[in-house]
């Protein structure tokens, strides 16, 4: 693989068409795959990830199908055949473990894997609340390849999560979608709830309430099948934070970014941002199926270092690497908190983003507690590192755009992983003012 350079620029500008929501769309590919009738989906992120659960879902015998207009067509099915091959899912964390939680419920044998990436993540966190469901799972070491052989045992299942994980959550009611009984989830720290909000979109019966301590508590009631609804898929909030950043840290930038998801729980690298003395408006606030959009108008700012508390998290746990970008180029220093997720994902990325940081000559640390300080120097990052990716997208996508800003070049090593997510972003970029090339 060709190293890529990012070169420092005068500015970006103009509206960028950020892709899918990633989340949103693995969901509404599996939730078309069970729900009686044909469900079309507008604005479905074609990536690798997303493809590979589609690809997964059609060895089970589900009909997806691409139209010449750009609508993808999910033809539901009340059952899955065994699929005949292992299902690889690529890279996608959110494809396998939502398949998972699918799956368990079916009384099918499937193997799943990945790429090497996926293959090194933990997979207990699902595989153990899914076994008391009545599920089967053989790997040697908790993690990928595994088989499962599902269970259509139909008991009442209550879980409450040990940690603030979206994935979690979402396959624990994907296992409770075929049963006549309900399945609850406590969740203590509320995380993404694309799950929730989609269920209702198809027709599930599914209500969330407060306890007196502020705990969510989910219940799924069963005996009943979803329905086939259309859904449009709202941009990336977490592919959006790559040319926000870009914008922000890049002098004389101005950009817009429409029909940005703007959901909350996903929100909180927007509400740093904005502490930090970001230039982030937004304006034609509404909703598209279920979920709130907007569009985000972005200009290159000053920005302050800041100290993010351990709950914002959940909010944004996909955003730190991009968020470190960002307190590089503020004045002071940003103290990361909470960030034991982040040595799960993709690659450790807590060590990475020390790593490439340091390499661009920034003063940035990761003392035992699970956080990241970050001494910024304004606009007087000096560039000039190479980055290994380690298969990371985020990771690889951050440094690219560090270096639209930074003194000398940033050369990142391998940024194929891109594709995962946002298979466009060089040539986004590029369009905008960017000058990210090959080497």
């Known amino acids: 693989m060709k190293k890529t350079i990012s070169e420092r620029i005068k ?33 479905l992120l074609e990536s690798e990830d997303v493809l590979n659960t589609a690809k997964a879902l059609q060895k089970l015998g589900v009909k997806i199908e691409k139209q010449t207009n750009g609508l993808w067509t999910v033809t539901g099915t009340d ?13 996608s964390g959110t494809g396998v473990r939502l398949l998972m939680g699918l799956l368990s419920a079916y009384p099918i044998r499937a193997e799943l894997t990945g790429d090497a990436s996926l293959c090194s993540r933990p997979m207990k966190r699902i595989t153990e609340p899914l076994s008391k469901t009545g599920a089967v799972f053989k790997s040697t070491d908790g993690k990928l390849p595994i088989m499962i052989i599902g269970s259509e045992k139909n008991e009442p299942f209550e879980y409450t999560l040990p ?20 399945t609850v989830v406590y969740e203590p720290v509320a995380c993404r709830d694309h799950t929730e909000r989609m269920l209702k979109a198809f027709g599930a019966d599914i209500s969330v309430e407060k306890d007196s301590q502020g705990v969510n508590i989910i219940t799924l009631k069963g005996g009943k099948r979803l329905s086939a609804c259309s859904v449009v898929v709202p941009a990336d909030i977490s592919s959006a934070a790559f040319p926000i950043v870009a914008a ?24 740093v941002l904005l502490e930090m003395g970001a230039d982030i408006t937004f304006e034609n606030k509404r909703e598209i199926a279920e979920e709130p959009v907007a569009d985000l108008h972005v200009r290159s700012s000053s920005l302050k270092g800041v100290d993010v508390p351990a709950e914002k998290a959940p909010s944004m746990i996909d955003e730190y690497p991009i968020l470190a970008v960002a307190a590089a180029f503020a004045e002071g220093e940003t103290r990361l908190n909470g960030l034991a997720e982040l040595k799960v994902k ?42 290994e990716a380690k298969l990371d997208h985020r990771i690889a996508m951050s440094f690219m755009v560090m270096g639209t800003a930074s003194k000398k070049p940033v050369t990142i090593d391998d940024v194929s992983s891109v594709a995962t997510s946002f298979p466009e972003f060089i040539s986004l970029m590029n369009k905008a003012g960017a000058d990210i090339r090959f080497e």
């Open 79 to 91: 059952t899955f055949k065994e699929p005949a091959s292992i299902l690889d899912m690529g890279n």
């Open 163 to 182: 940690v603030a994980s979206a994935q979690v959550k979402s396959a624990v009611l994907l296992s409770g979608l075929r049963k006549k009984t309900p």
């Open 346 to 387: 993709e690659s450790n990325r807590l060590q990475a983003i020390v790593e490439g940081l340091t390499r661009n000559g920034v003063n940035a640390s990761a003392p035992p507690d699970d956080s990241i300080r970050i001494t910024g120097t304004g606009n007087n990052v000096h560039g000039g590192g190479l980055i």
């Open 11 to 43: 500015g970006l500008h103009g509206t960028l068409s950020i892709p899918g929501d990633k989340s949103v769309s693995h969901r509404a590919l599996l939730f078309g795959a069970i729900a009686q009738g044909a469900t079309e989906i507008k604005g």
């Open 248 to 271: 922000l840290i890049t002098p004389d930038s101005e950009i817009v970014l429409p029909d940005i998801g703007i959901n909350p729980l996903r929100t909180g690298i927007l509400d």
